[in-house]
């Protein structure tokens, strides 16, 4: 909103110029939704344990601790999140740009899902909630239209193309399968992250790492210069996802301020469906799904490990290869502190996005 109302009078007002640069914009987006969850979190969080009760309901079969330390607790904290991050990106994106609008759609769109998860949950108690064929038939709608209007919005060059990392020049074409892709992006990271989502800190501080790397990427993606310099493929206009990257960043820091060990709020599905949908889409607009899959690995090993349980318990007839999944409850499970489990796994996902940013430049 600002650079819409404040930019134009620059010819006349020339410190107003600043409006222009996207690092600029971006850096306020990060401060504001930084600043916006300090104001409002203590207040979010009474109003909702005041309203939950009970808290969200802890999974009889998770960990037996958790029982205990986390009883009570309330959950959706990630409609924190999602206000801090719409309402910074309102003030600080150019709010013409297509690209913008299909991330923040998709993102509120998957947070209402999870929000009517949560509540479902707690109204019954039950750590179950929505039907899973509900909440995925709602997913893929979510991540159909979505890949409508971006394959509309993508130049003609890249609107049915797959970029691979390490590869300068090549694209592969895949035609009509482009929109069923775009789909498994969007909904996979979407239920990745809400996989991981499980203790205190453990899918924020990720979520916050693949932000901070995907606003780099899609300054340089969409910026000629940059782009041309790094042998990237340009996308116009998607520099002005970098100040919704930094909104997340805001938002997701000032989430952990109240998230971390021993958590006052959790982040609910309300907030990693929406979140893990996010990243799913910016990586699409900038041509870097498959980055997105070596920058989010541990979203990826979380999700793996679900579906080796499941598939080795079903096919042998009870037997398990991990203790529990997803990954993070066979640690607990090993004798690994919550905290260890969380900080590790961070470490992980940090040197993970220093090898996704590394084929920026190794091509």
Not at 338 to 355: C, D, N, P
Request: glycine share 10%; hydrophobic share 50%.
């Amino acid at each position: 909103m600002f650079y819409n109302i404040l930019y134009p009078l620059s010819d006349t007002h020339p410190f107003l110029n600043v409006f222009k640069y996207i690092t600029f914009r971006a850096a306020c987006a990060t401060l504001t939704s930084l600043l916006i969850s300090f104001l409002i979190g203590p207040t979010v969080i009474q109003w909702l344990k005041k309203t939950q009760g009970k808290g969200q309901p802890i999974r009889k079969t998770g960990p037996e601790h958790h029982l205990l330390t986390k009883k009570g607790t309330p959950t959706m904290g990630g409609l924190l999140i999602l206000f801090s991050l719409t309402i910074s990106t309102l003030l600080w994106a150019d709010l013409k740009n297509p690209y913008v609008w299909v991330v923040l759609l998709v993102t509120l769109a998957l947070g209402l899902v999870g929000a009517i998860d949560d509540y479902i949950k707690i109204k019954k108690y039950d750590a179950k909630g929505m039907m899973s064929k509900t909440k995925f038939l709602a997913q893929l709608v979510i991540g159909g239209t979505a890949a409508y209007f971006l394959t509309k919005f993508l130049p003609e060059t890249l609107s049915s193309h797959i970029a691979l990392p390490f590869f300068k020049n090549f694209l592969l074409n895949i035609g009509v399968w482009f929109t069923p892709f775009i789909i498994f992006v969007i909904v996979g990271s979407s239920n990745a992250v809400n996989l991981t989502d499980g203790l205190d800190g453990l899918a924020i501080g990720p979520v916050i790492i693949a932000a901070l790397c995907f606003g780099l990427i899609s300054y340089l993606v969409g910026n000629t210069v940059f782009a041309h310099y790094l042998q990237l493929h340009f996308v116009p206009g998607s520099g002005e996802l970098s100040v919704l990257c930094g909104a997340l960043v805001g938002a997701g820091l000032g989430f952990l301020w109240f998230n971390a060990p021993p958590a006052l709020v959790f982040m609910g599905d309300a907030g990693s469906l929406a979140l893990g949908g996010m990243l799913g889409t910016v990586s699409i607009i900038t041509k870097h799904e498959l980055v997105l899959a070596i920058m989010g690995g541990l979203f990826v090993m979380e999700t793996v490990s679900v579906i080796l349980q499941v598939g080795y318990f079903k096919l042998t007839k009870g037997k398990r290869i991990f203790l529990m999944a997803p990954l993070h409850h066979h640690f607990e499970k090993k004798g690994w502190a919550e905290s260890t489990v969380v900080i590790r796994f961070w470490i992980i996902s940090v040197i993970l996005a220093l090898i996704a940013l590394c084929t920026l430049k190794l091509r």
